[in-house]
């Protein structure tokens, strides 16, 4: 059965900390891999990535693909407390009609 | 346009009751999709529609019944459901074809069953 396992389940942080957050993936047919930031509502998309080696990079937020090893980073440097949330690592493949199967997910709590 | 809508927002309904949840998105998307997300978990797949057609049914009890009449807009027909089906449910829709399959999700329709 393809697995996403999402590490550390939870994490507090102080505001301006830079943090990592690990996904790993056991999958057949991989697609692509997507971070997703959920706080009280519906998840908003952040990164896809489908290369390996290729960082992907949006402001404080970075990302990138390891095909080899099977995982996944998301980087947030300078936290805000705005960055706190769910974090959500998803896998698509062509299995299941590219829909999305997550994984637990990370919380972060950034304090100020 | 570049959204995911959804209504209601909020629903009550109780075990014997007959309700709809709509989604709708003008982004000419081909493939659609409900997920349930339960408190404190990731949302996990219940369909999958591609082409207005049904892909995909996670094996989704028979009172959760979903339907696409056109390609933007995906329903789910609620019937003699159980508390424990209250979640948030989410739409969300894909391009189809080539490398770009973000999906993106509507807000979600919070449902509570009593």
């Known amino acids: 059965e393809d697995k996403v396992v999402q590490s550390p389940l939870s994490l507090v942080v102080h505001e301006g900390d830079t943090v990592t957050l690990n996904c790993s993936y056991e999958v057949t047919n991989f697609r692509s891999l997507l971070w997703y930031k959920q706080e009280k509502k519906a998840p908003t998309f952040l990164f896809m990535l489908t290369s390996s080696g290729i960082e992907k990079k949006s402001g404080r937020l970075s990302s990138i693909l390891d095909k080899k090893e099977l995982f996944s980073i998301l980087n947030i440097t300078a936290t805000q407390t705005g960055d706190s949330a769910i974090y959500l690592c998803a896998e698509s493949n062509s299995n299941s009609g590219y829909a999305l199967n997550f994984g637990k997910g990370t919380s972060l709590l950034v304090t100020p | 346009d570049t959204e995911v809508t959804q209504t209601p927002k909020h629903l009550v309904m109780g075990m014997t009751n007959k309700k709809s949840l709509k989604c709708e998105q003008h982004m000419g998307h081909r493939a659609m999709y409900w997920y349930k997300q339960k408190a404190k978990k990731p949302p996990e797949l219940m369909f999958v529609?591609?082409?207005?057609?049904?892909?995909i049914n996670e094996s989704v009890p028979s009172r959760f019944s979903p339907e696409c009449p056109n390609s933007s807009l995906l329903n789910l027909h609620l019937h003699a459901l159980q508390p424990e089906d209250s979640a948030l449910y989410l739409c969300?829709?894909?391009?189809?074809?080539?490398?770009?399959?973000?999906?993106?999700f509507g807000p979600g329709t919070r449902l509570t069953v009593l």
């Open positions: 969300a829709s894909r391009v189809t074809g080539g490398l770009y399959n973000e999906q993106f």
């Open positions: 529609y591609s082409y207005e057609k049904l892909s």
